[in-house]
């Protein structure tokens, strides 16, 4: 007896789609071929629909411990399984920032039966915990270390050369970036126009996100060390990046790759505005021919979330970020649909490529031994984003009224289903996530 028989669905194996079912037992896909006389527990119709591995959405900040009112890690795990995503790597700018073993200890406890979706954690690099960083190799539910060259939203920021290159020589694991130069930032604070968002990208300019880059790649390649370069929002930096793969890799965020300034600050002003910032239209089409081209490795939606009433002050006192865990799936199969981006892309993207990156264990594949972890969607199923509809605790969305075709219908943790159709079911169970 099965616990669960996915059933009647084109199933991503092996970079096709496969009219397969999938059956699973104590949490691991144990059948794949025709299940038909097999009995389970459960049975899942997934006809007319697409059953991919559980997607990964491996930049979000759920904001626990420190500033919970605006989410935490149960409120974000919800929007997570709701847009079909089955685990996460969360960051560690969190008040206390977690930058050391105890404050990391804690974070799993609190994760512990309280999230619907599988997890990981990135350890924060600040100037002083190299000797913490040295010893994360064997740390439970560790991504990453998480790196900011330029300050952004909380306390964590290691900008001078040398601290950077000290935790380069420290890490044992992949060192994710903020890549913003603080020197630059501080330059060109004069040039931000009080009342103007629009001044948010002047401020924050090209300069300021290439140099940086330039920066953490030189040192990256010349320790032999692991650079993920996040949020990548310049064509300069999809220039550079391009010529130097191997051991550097980037993210670019589904929002720099659907909006795009000045119309995104004229039509939603604050709510658009994030770190690094979404730039002109010319900077969109080279993200564009980025992922056209496949030389970005993942795709992550930095879920920022921040209370309407901070967003709705006025520049600058308003903060950077925007929510996107519940979105980025629906925004990307609608790029699908108007050929934009390819189902084996998304798959790369956001199972296959941090996988390899990262070193996951038995995800990011439909293979029988795998761990059960996928997501479900219609490809032809209109869904129609609302603030009222969104999880997160802030509410809103940058893409409120936006219909998107392509939608997650169904999300299964761990051969558990915990979302049809928007609906959260069950209790939490995501676990933390295993690496090699």
Not at 24 to 36: P, V
Not at 134 to 142: F, Q, V, W, Y
Not at 287 to 307: I, Q, R
Request: proline share 5%.
């Amino acid at each position: 007896m099965l616990d669960l028989i996915i059933k009647n669905g084109k199933c991503y194996i092996n970079k096709n789609l496969e009219r397969v079912d999938i059956g699973i037992s104590n949490g691991k896909i144990s059948n794949i071929g025709d299940l038909s006389n097999n009995k389970a527990k459960n049975t899942y119709d997934a006809l007319n629909q697409i059953v991919f591995p559980g997607l990964l959405d491996t930049q979000v900040h759920f904001r626990e411990p420190g500033s919970t009112n605006t989410e935490d890690l149960h409120s974000g795990s919800r929007a997570a399984i709701v847009g079909g995503i089955t685990g996460v790597f969360e960051m560690p700018n969190t008040n206390p920032p977690t930058t050391n073993k105890l404050e990391f200890q804690k974070k799993l406890d609190i994760a512990k039966n309280r999230m619907y979706c599988n997890y990981a954690f990135y350890f924060g690099a600040s100037p002083n915990n190299q000797d913490e960083i040295s010893k994360i190799r064997e740390l439970e539910g560790c991504c990453g270390v998480k790196l900011f060259a330029g300050s952004s939203t909380g306390t964590l920021l290691v900008n001078k050369e040398d601290d950077i290159e000290k935790v380069f020589e420290s890490t044992p694991k992949v060192v994710a970036v903020h890549s913003e130069d603080e020197e630059i930032l501080n330059l060109r604070k004069k040039l931000i126009k009080k009342g103007d968002v629009k001044s948010h990208p002047i401020w924050r300019n090209e300069e300021c996100a290439i140099s940086s880059t330039r920066k953490i790649v030189k040192i990256a390649k010349r320790l032999k060390k692991k650079a993920h370069i996040l949020h990548v929002s310049t064509k300069e930096e999809v220039d550079f990046l391009s010529q130097n793969k191997g051991d550097i890799t980037f993210e670019i965020t589904p929002q720099h790759l659907t909006i795009y300034a000045p119309e995104c600050y004229e039509s939603i002003g604050t709510f658009a505005q994030m770190n690094p910032p979404i730039r002109d239209k010319s900077h969109y089409d080279r993200l564009w021919y980025a992922v056209k081209n496949n030389y970005n490795d993942t795709l992550g939606s930095d879920h920022a979330p921040h209370l309407k009433e901070n967003k709705e002050k006025s520049y600058p006192e308003s903060p950077s970020g925007m929510p996107g865990v519940q979105t980025i799936l629906p925004i990307m199969l609608n790029h699908f649909n108007n050929n934009k981006i390819t189902l084996e892309q998304i798959v790369n993207f956001m199972c296959e490529n941090p996988v390899k990156i990262f070193g996951i264990k038995n995800k990011g594949f439909i293979k029988e031994g795998y761990d059960a972890d996928l997501t479900i969607v219609d490809l032809n199923k209109n869904i129609e984003i609302k603030n009222e509809k969104i999880e997160s605790k802030c509410k809103w969305s940058p893409f409120h009224n936006y219909t998107f075709k392509g939608s997650p219908t169904c999300t299964i943790v761990n051969g558990e289903i915990k979302m049809m159709d928007g609906k959260i079911l069950g209790n939490p169970g995501g676990r933390p996530i295993i690496f090699d």
